[in-house]
């Protein structure tokens, strides 16, 4: 279960940041290092899949939805903004904070890569979504049956095919070694101790705010139904798992996909099961 890895990598992270020598610190960091370009090098290429295969297969009104998305994503994002704001400027004020005058000092770490891969990605994120997205659209409005459409959406398709299998024979496989390296690296620098000390109270304010946020969210999709709320929750976790550990919501977006279609599946059972009864 790589939930359980990703934890347990973690663990042994920081128990052996205190432990291991400089040079093997190093060489783990170098290790997730390279491993965070080549995700990079291949970033681009996985957004424009993504995002081309489900618009290109999407009916005519394609384009009405990805409106719509933005939209919605667009309210999501100032309401979440705005809940932020306000929340800190309530709660904030009765934390008292205090200013460590060498707190920049204390992040001058010994530890450097060892090596380290140079791969330019050949386009940028942007030009790949945007790619995706005016691509996928255009290939909307044509009749399936056209053979530019055909040959470009196979082509599409085993692109689609390659990447995620990367990611599940490659990227999933080494995440806990590529956490392991980060991790170990900042126990061995005491940087988690000095945020701390420094940002604790915030921190655990603003997780506070974080998994409240999030389970409203999750309240309100599920229609006030507690219960399923929690089974939703739990049903999205491996997507928060990775999404939390790479910090990336594009690397994380096939297992947020997979995580979606596992609920609305669900729902699609459970919607047959009672219209049979009925």
């Known amino acids: ?23 093997y610190v190093s060489l783990f960091y170098s290790i997730s290092s390279s491993f965070i370009s080549a995700l990079i090098f ?10 081309f295969q489900a618009l290109a297969n999407s009916p005519r009104g394609a384009l009405s939805l990805v409106l719509l998305i933005f939209v919605g994503v667009t309210i999501s994002n100032c309401l979440a903004l705005m809940t932020g704001y306000l929340y800190g400027q309530t709660f904030l004020p ?32 942007e030009k790949a979504l945007l790619l995706g997205l005016s691509g996928g659209i255009a290939m909307s409005f044509l009749n399936e049956t056209q053979p530019t459409k055909i040959f470009i959406q196979k082509w599409a398709g085993l692109l689609n095919r390659m990447i995620t299998r990367f990611l599940q024979k490659v990227f999933m496989p080494l995440l806990p070694l590529y956490l392991f390296g980060f991790c170990l690296k900042l126990s061995y620098d005491h940087v988690l101790i000095h945020l701390f000390e420094q940002f604790g109270k915030v921190f655990v304010l603003s997780m506070g705010l974080v998994f409240s946020y999030l389970f409203l969210l999750y309240l309100i999709g599920s229609y006030g139904n507690v219960k399923k709320a929690f089974a939703n929750i739990g049903s999205m976790f491996p997507a ?7 910090m990336s919501s594009a690397i994380t977006m096939p297992f947020t996909i997979d995580c979606v279609e596992k609920i609305t599946q669900d729902r699609r059972g459970l919607y047959a099961r009672n219209h049979e009864h009925d």
């Open 42 to 51: 291949i970033l681009p290429f996985m957004i424009f899949s993504f995002i």
């Open 94 to 125: 009765y934390f008292s904070f205090t200013h460590s005058p060498d707190f920049i000092d204390k992040f001058t770490s010994q530890v450097e890569l060892l090596f380290s891969f140079h791969l330019t990605p050949l386009i940028g994120t």
């Open 240 to 246: 928060g798992v990775m999404g939390f550990s790479t």
């Open 1 to 23: 279960q790589l939930p359980v890895q990703l934890v347990l990598s973690i663990t042994l992270a920081f128990v052996l940041g205190q432990l291991l020598d400089v040079f």
